[in-house]
Structures are given as structure tokens and as C-alpha cells.
């Protein structure tokens, strides 16, 4: 829900794909929410679109370029100072070399290793999706 003390904020987050794994990024001492694993994303801008939005923030986040997939389903989260909306998209890497601005660490986790995260707590239900819809997006997990 959404009221004018707490306006929903919409934000993107890319659930990128490589070699059957998705790569999270645990959030620094310096962001809200601190040490939680998440998919990197962030606010959409002003006249920016989500797709915009997200290959915006994964170049100034992670130094890379992304190929958008497909979307997966919003999810609404009441945080307790704010509400997102947060609109995942999946995505592959296209080109550039990884370097972190905001977050202290990346890693690639596959299906099995996700439930063992401290995760963003609206990253859950896209972890929840995503599972379900692991073989087609992701891939078979390889042994």
C-alpha cells in the first residue's frame, strides 16, 4: 500500500545469468539494509524507463553492460521508512570488466545456494520465482 507519507518507489534489479549461476551482490557498511545479499539494481530516474534504469545502474554499480532478457514479476515491499516496487529483469553479461562502486562483494550462486543467503528481504520473492522458473531462465544447475 501506498500513501503520500510513504509514495512507492520504483526500482530495478537484474537477475544476471552465466553459466547456469546468478550473480548477487552483498550490499556495504555504508548502504541501507548492510551485508544483505541482493540482485544489483536501483532507482528508476525522472523520465527513465526501467530498462533504461537498469543498464544505467549496472554500469555505474558493477562497471559492466547487460543484455536484457525478459522480466519477471514485480514485487511490492514495505520497508519500515519506504515502499518499492521492485521490477527484476533477467539479463546476461555483455561486455565489460567487473569492478564494484556500492557493494563490498559479488558472487555467482547457483539454485541451491540461494536459500542459504542473507537476502534483501524484497529480493526473496524473486528468488522464489526465479527457482521456479530455474531451467528455463537459468539453466540446468551443473554438478
Known amino acids: 500500500m501506498s500513501n503520500s507519507k510513504n509514495p512507492i518507489i520504483p526500482v530495478?534489479?537484474?537477475?544476471?545469468?552465466?553459466?547456469g549461476k546468478v550473480l548477487l551482490a552483498k550490499r556495504s557498511a555504508l548502504m541501507d539494509l548492510a551485508g544483505k545479499?541482493?540482485?544489483?539494481?536501483?532507482?528508476?530516474?525522472?523520465?527513465?524507463?526501467?530498462?533504461?534504469?537498469?543498464?544505467?545502474?549496472?554500469?555505474?554499480?558493477?562497471?559492466?553492460?547487460v543484455e536484457l532478457?525478459?522480466?519477471?514479476?514485480?514485487?511490492?515491499?514495505?520497508?519500515?521508512?519506504?515502499?518499492i516496487q521492485l521490477?527484476?529483469?533477467?539479463?546476461?553479461?555483455?561486455?565489460?570488466e567487473l569492478r564494484l562502486a556500492e557493494h563490498d562483494q559479488v558472487e555467482w550462486y547457483d539454485q541451491n545456494q540461494l536459500n542459504s543467503l542473507d537476502l534483501a528481504p524484497a529480493d526473496i520473492?524473486?528468488?522464489?520465482?526465479?527457482?521456479?522458473?530455474?531451467?528455463?531462465?537459468v539453466?540446468?544447475?551443473e554438478s
Open 12 to 19: 530495478t534489479c537484474a537477475i544476471i545469468i552465466q553459466g
Open 37 to 65: 545479499w541482493e540482485f544489483p539494481g536501483g532507482k528508476i530516474e525522472e523520465g527513465e524507463s526501467g530498462e533504461e534504469c537498469l543498464l544505467r545502474e549496472i554500469k555505474e554499480e558493477l562497471g559492466i553492460q
Open 69 to 83: 532478457l525478459a522480466p519477471l514479476s514485480p514485487v511490492n515491499f514495505s520497508y519500515p521508512t519506504k515502499v
Open 87 to 96: 521490477i527484476p529483469f533477467t539479463a546476461r553479461w555483455a561486455s565489460g
Open 125 to 137: 520473492p524473486i528468488v522464489h520465482e526465479l527457482q521456479e522458473k530455474w531451467v528455463k531462465l
Open 139 to 141: 539453466g540446468p544447475n
